[in-house]
């Protein structure tokens, strides 16, 4: 959930323009200040780690139903008793030495952290892999399979953890009850026709969150995802409470674009859409982040463009996310759910009414994909960034008459187009030398594909990049090798100067393809042709550059002479000094990788549709039952532990 801090928030009405600008004003400084510290860095250790999120079930067998387990906090209370013991050592020896100082360092297997909802916990590694080199890599999958072991000796009788994107029926109310314990829909936070406030993690940042997205925005978030139509689906606008419980009124809901599904203000209702309306759907969704340390700032900036182009790539290939509010869907992934449930944008940020309160048109949610590169390097072309940007020009000309060059500020002034949405009564006013909560505070709910990310404050943390689109995967063999993958490309990347690059707005058209159904066998992608390191500046025509390509090409190569991203994955491989056994088992990974870009092996998306239109309580209706439900978790279950292993998810041995 990125930013998180303790200390008393203000809410919308009481924030104003005064700590908001306050708050916007220092994040320049802050950023300013450690651009100014950090410019310099050189040759930084390549370090990297992820992030897993998990779903906390409880599964009753007798009446065939799995609902979201609510224990999510507890079962991080005790996660996190050690790490809270070794803050209280480091504290003391602090505040014993004479100077102040530390020097121990802490170390923790596991880092546990919360998520915005009560079912959900978050594992991380508890120190940077990257202290053998690349040769860490093979360390990843038994990191996972430990935190997963781990959380599994904290559960009761009949509780189960599940690494998918979303749990099926969040939301389902017209199949009575979904979580454990029931909660009734509905509270002054959310305001919600489906999802209760009680499911919502209870430190204040999430409800302070949710409540001023709403409050800014000046209606509730308004969520539409298109429903799959099968034989006997019900084409009608779907049902939801008619009475108007709160002063928000759900908004109209027009033809359905998967990347802006949130520019609307009055409802009427539309056949085919799946409608929710609050910001669980989005942020109650799971994922795999991985953040990776570079050597410098010039080439955290170049990866960031490079894996900017292959978000929509990756977000196809691991789709897993087919299901919403009990209804089976026409996408397969989470991305654009997640951008209308946190979309705070004001109608006439939207375009929906003439500017006179706002300052800007902005044209995407604040979580959406990049807007621009920022590589300091020739190679990158004016031309790639052919959006018209909207940018805050006072805080451009700041960081400008700083010393920063113009792609740089473009990027930040671009993030502070966006309102803090949290602000901490008792962190207004920091040491901008050596703090840096505001800039993070604006930073942190920029949501984007991909994050660049600063050195932090009192840490030897360098320039990173951290990349966000994944979904999460059933298992941990797969969630190893996506983070494997990523891994690789960053050093195929730097061994061979790979460089993606087409115009973002193709880009974003990727993006949009993404979310389709079986996008990774039935959609072409813009991609480039040509992605080896040029000597000298290209004379093409950009549109000269790329070509839509299927994801088989784009893993494996074409007849064109274009040879595949795989190809200079298993090169790196090759500069990598692993044992036979650790080598073929990096090659496993990205096998199962290029198997699943060809279709030879289904996504979780995929298996998940099929595995429900062909349950035998399933009427060709598009609904999901509790039964099937219950069946569809438990067989998701029984793989991620190795008991069931089906043959249209992975490789045969």
């Known amino acids: 959930m990125g930013f998180l801090s303790e200390g008393n928030t203000f809410g919308w009405s009481e924030a104003s323009v005064s700590p908001i600008e306050f708050v916007k004003a220092h994040g320049v400084i802050q950023f300013i200040n450690f651009y100014e510290a950090s410019k310099n860095r050189k040759e930084d250790p390549f370090k990297w780690g ?29 996660l996190g008793e050690e790490e809270r013991i070794k803050l209280k050592e480091k504290k003391e020896r602090r505040e014993s030495t004479s100077n102040g100082s530390s020097n121990k360092k802490m170390t923790l297997k596991t880092l546990w952290r919360p998520e915005y909802a009560k079912y959900m916990v978050e594992g991380t590694p508890g120190k940077p892999y990257g202290k053998r080199g690349l040769l860490d890599l093979i360390s990843i999958e038994d990191s996972m399979k430990e935190r997963r072991e781990t959380v599994e000796k904290l559960l009761n009788e009949g509780e189960q953890i599940l690494t998918m994107t979303n749990y099926p029926l969040l939301g389902a109310t017209q199949h009575g009850s979904y979580t454990f314990p029931e909660t009734n829909p509905g509270g002054e936070v959310a305001r919600s026709y489906f999802t209760s406030d009680s499911i919502i993690n209870s430190h204040f940042r999430f409800s302070t969150l949710t409540n001023n997205i709403m409050k800014r925005r000046g209606s509730k978030v308004n ?29 109209s809901l027009p033809p359905h674009d998967p990347s802006h599904s949130s520019n609307s203000t009055s409802f009427e209702g539309k056949e085919g859409v799946i409608y929710m309306d609050s910001m669980a759907f989005g942020m ?22 490079q894996f900017a182009v292959l978000s929509p790539i990756m977000l196809a290939l691991t789709a897993g996310t087919p299901i919403f509010r009990g209804y089976l869907s026409d996408i397969d992934v989470r991305w654009s759910t997640i951008a209308a449930s946190v979309d705070d944008r004001t109608e006439e940020e939207r375009g929906l009414k003439p500017l006179q309160n706002n300052k800007y048109v902005i044209n995407k949610s604040r979580y959406d994909s990049i807007d621009c590169f920022i590589a300091n390097d020739q190679r990158l072309r004016p031309q790639y960034n052919d959006l018209d940007l909207v ?19 473009r990027h930040i002034s671009h993030l502070f187009i966006r309102d803090p949405l949290v602000i901490y009564r008792d962190k207004l006013t920091l040491d901008d030398k050596t703090e840096a909560d505001h800039f993070e505070n604006i930073q942190s709910t920029n949501w984007q594909t991909v994050r660049f990310k600063i050195p932090p404050p009192n840490t030897s943390l360098g320039w990173r990049v951290e990349f966000r689109p994944m979904e999460v995967q059933f298992t941990d063999f797969e969630n190893a090798a996506l983070v494997v993958w990523t891994i ?4 195929a990347i730097q061994e061979f100067g790979l460089l993606f690059y087409i115009p973002i707005t193709k880009v974003d058209e990727n993006m949009k393809r993404a979310h389709q159904r079986d996008a990774n066998t039935q959609q072409k992608f813009f991609f480039r042709t040509n992605i080896e390191a040029e000597e000298k500046l290209t004379e093409k025509k950009i549109e000269e550059e790329y070509e839509e390509m299927s994801m088989r090409e784009i893993f494996h190569g074409n007849s064109k002479g274009f040879k595949g991203i795989l190809y200079y994955l298993f090169k ?9 056994e650790e080598n073929k088992k990096v090659q496993q990974y990205l096998n199962f990788i290029g198997k699943r870009a060809t279709g030879e092996l289904q996504t979780n998306a995929t298996w998940i549709r099929n595995f429900v239109q062909e349950h035998p309580d399933y009427k060709k209706d598009s609904i999901i039952t509790h039964s099937i439900n219950y069946d569809l978790l438990q067989a ?11 043959p249209q998810l992975y490789p045969l041995p």
């Open 636 to 646: 998701i279950h029984k793989i991620e532990s190795g008991q069931l292993i089906p």
């Open 50 to 78: 992820d992030e897993v999120e998990y779903i906390v079930v409880k599964v009753n067998s007798e009446e065939k139903k799995t609902v979201l387990n609510l224990r999510g906090n507890d079962i991080l209370h005790v």
């Open 284 to 305: 109650g969704c799971c994922c795999l982040q991985t953040t990776f340390q570079l050597k410098n700032i010039d080439e955290a900036r170049w990866m960031y463009d």
């Open 391 to 409: 940018f805050d020009s006072s805080v451009f000309q700041t960081l400008s008459n700083s010393g920063i060059d113009e792609k740089l500020s």
């Open 572 to 580: 790196a491989l090759e500069t990598i000094p692993l044992k036979d």
């Open 488 to 491: 690789l490309m960053v050093k």
């Open 223 to 251: 969520i539409q995802v298109p429903l799959y139509k099968d034989t006997n689906t019900d084409w009608n606008p779907l049902r939801f409470p008619t009475v108007d419980l709160y002063p928000f009124s759900p908004p």
